[in-house]
């Protein structure tokens, strides 16, 4: 039901912009994240979204991309974005979209709340 895309090979100090579109079921009031997989790693949190159905959006990030990395959805399309800004090797990683499963929920940095998972895309940056 998601399916994340955008993802590539640049050099530091690059920028890419991560899709998650979403079928199957409206997500535009579900909380919604970004988390990230390196090799040998666990998965981790990045970034979080969620729209409160009037004219508010929650956001939090991790602190190793404040300022570079920017969450956004379009709700009309069902898709959530992530603006990637001025890559560094070290963000090199799986990247993977999920949503908590209602629109009740509030944001997290928990990747045990959410329920519904991409299949992920690949995000190389070389040194």
């Known amino acids: 039901q998601l399916q994340a895309c955008g993802g590539g090979l640049v050099q530091a100090g690059g920028s890419l912009r991560l899709s998650c579109a979403a079928a199957?079921?409206?997500?535009?009031?579900?909380?919604m994240g970004w988390f990230r997989q390196a090799p040998g790693k666990e998965r981790e949190f990045v970034a979080t979204i969620r729209w409160n159905g009037v004219s508010t959006y929650y956001v939090d990030y991790v602190d190793s991309v404040k300022g570079r990395f920017t969450i956004s959805r379009d709700n009309a399309k069902n898709t959530v974005y992530l603006q990637i800004n001025s890559l560094k090797p070290e963000d090199t990683a799986v990247y993977y979209c999920?949503?908590?499963?209602?629109?009740?929920?509030?944001?997290?940095?928990?990747?045990?709340?959410?329920?519904?998972w991409g299949a992920g895309t690949q995000v190389t940056v070389s040194s």
């Open positions: 999920a949503a908590r499963r209602s629109d009740g929920l509030g944001i997290s940095r928990y990747r045990h709340d959410y329920d519904y």
């Open positions: 199957g079921r409206t997500f535009s009031s579900y909380p």
